[in-house]
């Protein structure tokens, strides 16, 4: 047992569960025939397809291409949220009345459903970048504001009082004392808000666009090739976990203090 | 004894002809919440600081010592009173008046480094005259290897260590030290206590330190307020021998000295009445 690390153990669990589920899929499909291809493709058939989209354009583009559509849509979207989301998070909790008079319209939107927008997104913009890009901030604006709250409010007012006996306006006592404590909160603020983000992007693409890896999987269930969906969907959750590792991993260094805090 | 304690004190105490203090508290009266339904903490409290005098506060824990340190740094407004810097109202914070925190509020995502600079950047001081004391404070303060360190890495002595560095950058006229070896170990506080007592003789700083140690406040103050429970009021004040040889050494020797033993259960009893009476 003493042998791996927890995160070499977690590596290990997580590399077992994935050849479990993997062995399962060879079963039913290539080796037992328990599913049918048109219900459940096998895993030969994804990799084909993977290989075919790859270097075959699918509707006008291949496989990078609807990737890069959707991460810049996607990008776009969590950019604008996290430039609003975080003054705005930030002021609600450093200023009282800016709070008390902009919550309850918070609140509000908070609770309407991203796609609900897609409508709107759609008379506003059109089918462009913008559309998707807005269900995008509309998913990962909430996350973030309340998270940055949360991390500017839990700041302890002993490090205010300190940054003000040695001198510091209020802005600079935000900007180099408030900020860099509120930062690991604010930071998973931006993890949720940029998972939230990618999956909202992908059903905006399912409903409008031209383009991108949700368009794609609506144009496998429309061609009836199951084969597609798989590839699509495969690809978004790999995206997506790439992501979130990389945003995790960068907080080492963005939050240098942090790593030695343990 | 106890009497001929009280006549030193009577007899040491300055004419009223001198210049003003250099920080006075007069008055001060504190609330938190509303006036008669909120807590009391401080309660008609005058305390005035000569230039180079080390003051130390004593009371039970909770009588209102952080209050009234807070107070007197400009971080809360009394409800009554006024804290006067050489007879004039003190106004917001500022570097005149440095603080060292019971829980060192050290800048957890700054360095060392960072930490002392912090009061000299936000004042404007130049970058070569920053260098120039940081590297003074890190030395006075035997903090040099640990320059690129972040607090998190350091030991509890160590941290508060950056904190009196951080304070003492500054040159500031009034130090303000809320219980600063509370939250260290025996040996630590020990060693700290002795930095400050030598630090005191060398470069005269005007203090007022909090405490709640009676042997602390023997030890280090030329003069101990005595308060009494919440709402905190001054119960007395006792002047203690300043050019006096047990001062100048370990506090474990001058522990030892019957003077210091004397000092030390006046003060001792004054501090028990407030904690035992109801
Ligand atoms: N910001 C505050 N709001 C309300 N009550 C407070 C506040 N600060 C201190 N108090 C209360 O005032 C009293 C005195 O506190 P404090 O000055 O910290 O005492 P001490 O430092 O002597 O232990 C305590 O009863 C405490 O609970
Ligand atoms: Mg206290």
Known sequence: ?262 | MEQSVGKMASGSTNPATEAPAKLELRNISKWFGPVGDGVHAVDDCSIEVKKGEFIVVVGPSGCGKSTLMTVGAGLENPTQGEVLVDGKPAGSPGPTRSVVFQKFALFPSETVEQNIKFGLQMTGVSAAEQEARLVEQLKIMGLELFRKSYPSELSGGMQQRVAIARALVMQPEILLMDEPFGALDAQTRTILQEEVQRLHREKHYTVLFITHSVEEAVYLGDRVVVMTKRPGRIKRVIDLPRDVIWKTGDIELAAEHPEFIEFRREIWGLVREEIVSI
């Open chain 1, 1 to 262: 047992m003493g042998v791996l690390t927890d995160r070499g153990k977690a590596t290990a669990y997580g590399i077992f569960s994935l050849s479990v589920l993997l062995t399962l899929w060879i079963c039913a499909t290539s080796l037992f025939q328990w599913i049918e291809p048109r219900v459940l493709p096998s895993p030969a058939q994804v990799i084909r397809q993977f290989a075919w989209i790859i270097t075959e354009p699918f509707s006008g583009l291949r496989l990078p291409g609807h990737i890069l559509f959707s991460l810049e849509r996607w990008g776009w979207g969590v950019l604008t949220a996290g430039l609003v989301g975080i003054p705005v998070g930030v002021f609600f909790a450093w200023n009282p009345w800016f709070k008390t008079f902009l919550n309850p319209v918070f609140e509000l939107i908070h609770f309407i459903p991203p796609f609900a927008y897609i409508p709107l997104a759609v008379l506003w913009f059109g089918a462009s970048t913008a559309t998707q890009a807005m269900v995008v901030f509309v998913a990962a604006f909430p996350a973030i504001v309340i998270n940055s709250q949360l991390g500017v409010a839990q700041v302890e007012k002993i490090y205010v009082d300190a940054a003000r006996v040695f001198g510091a306006s209020p802005f600079r006592t935000l900007c180099r004392v408030v900020l860099p404590a509120a930062a690991p909160s604010i930071y998973t603020g931006l993890r949720i808000a940029i998972s939230n983000g990618w999956m909202a992007l992908v059903g905006a693409e399912l409903v409008v666009g031209k383009v991108g890896l949700g368009f794609m999987i609506a144009q496998g269930q429309e061609n009836a090739s199951v084969a597609t969906i798989f590839v699509g969907v495969i690809t978004i959750g790999c995206l997506g976990v790439l992501i979130d590792t990389l945003v995790q991993r960068s907080e080492r260094y963005v939050l240098p203090w942090r790593r030695v805090a343990g």
